[in-house]
Nanobody, 122 residues
Framework: QVQLVESGGGLVQAGGSLRLSCEATGSNFRCISMAWYRQPPGHQRDLVAAMASGGGTHYADSVRRRFTISRDNAKNTLYLQMNSLKPEDTAVYYC????????????????WGQGTQVTVSD
């Protein structure tokens, strides 16, 4: 079992910044990749940014050069630095961790946090 707890959401004016954190806890696990997703009201959940265990990153076009994903492996914590926020960034942001079901297995499990609300006002 992996538990993910997000924090750092809130209300901010357009142009402002927020930093989201996601702490992963559990026993005997390793996230082979971690990511941030977001879900605006009435819309599907979409990928925002992802980081592989080797450090490679991927960003959605809408947030590239504004958001930065980072990871502190010693603390099992994932971060998302969000700058130049826009009203269209308003959403519930979810942390994701992918683990292998068994060593050397191609089967994986997705774990999700409870989400943190980010609201950007005009």
């Amino acid at each position: 079992q992996v538990q993910l707890v997000e924090s750092g959401g809130g209300l901010v004016q357009a142009g402002g910044s927020l930093r989201l954190s996601c702490e992963a806890t559990g026993s005997n696990f390793r996230c082979i990749s971690m990511a941030w997703y977001r879900q605006p009201p009435g819309h599907q959940r979409d990928l925002v940014a992802a980081m592989a265990s080797g450090g490679g990153t991927h960003y959605a076009d809408s947030v590239r050069r504004r958001f930065t994903i980072s990871r502190d492996n010693a603390k099992n914590t994932l971060y998302l630095q969000m700058n130049s926020l826009k009203p269209e960034d308003t959403a519930v942001y979810y942390c994701n961790c992918v683990t292998r079901n068994r060593a050397f297995s191609a089967e994986t499990t997705d774990w999700w946090g409870q989400g943190t609300q980010v609201t950007v006002s005009d």
